[in-house]
């Protein structure tokens, strides 16, 4: 099993910062994409920044330039960095992490797992 621990988020009012972290833990033989989601009260969860395993990053465009997506690989960590932030930022945001476990009998499982979700709230 694998877990996702997300930490940070808050309240904050517009054009202020916000970090969140997720650190991931258990049985990870490698962990390959890592991202961050949100999810607003009313609409579909959405892909908000990833990091992939060769460290490449990738935003959405409505919070690019705005929001930062960092690795810890040694650590299984990832952070996002949220800066100038705006009313419509506010949602709960997941972590999720794409995993690969490697089991006794040598076979590969490979699937994404998601955090608890954490609250970002950003008062106008």
């Known amino acids: 099993q694998v877990q996702l621990v997300e930490s940070g988020g808050g309240l904050v009012r517009a054009g202020g910062s916000l970090s969140v972290s997720c650190a991931a833990s258990?049985?990870?033989?490698?962990?390959?994409?890592m991202g961050w989601y949100r999810q607003a009260p009313g609409k579909q969860r959405e892909l908000v920044a990833v990091?992939?395993?060769?460290?490449?990053?990738d935003y959405a465009d409505s919070v690019k330039g705005r929001f930062t997506i960092s690795r810890d690989f040694a650590r299984n960590t990832v952070y996002l960095q949220m800066n100038s932030l705006k009313p419509e930022d506010t949602a709960v945001y997941y972590c999720?992490?794409?995993?690969?476990?490697?089991?006794?009998?040598?076979?590969?499982?490979?699937?994404?797992?998601w955090g608890q979700g954490t609250q970002v709230t950003v008062s106008s």
């Open positions: 258990g049985s990870i033989f490698n962990i390959n994409d």
């Open positions: 990091v992939t395993g060769g460290g490449i990053t």
């Open positions: 999720n992490a794409d995993v690969t476990t490697l089991y006794s009998s040598g076979q590969y499982y490979r699937r994404d797992y």
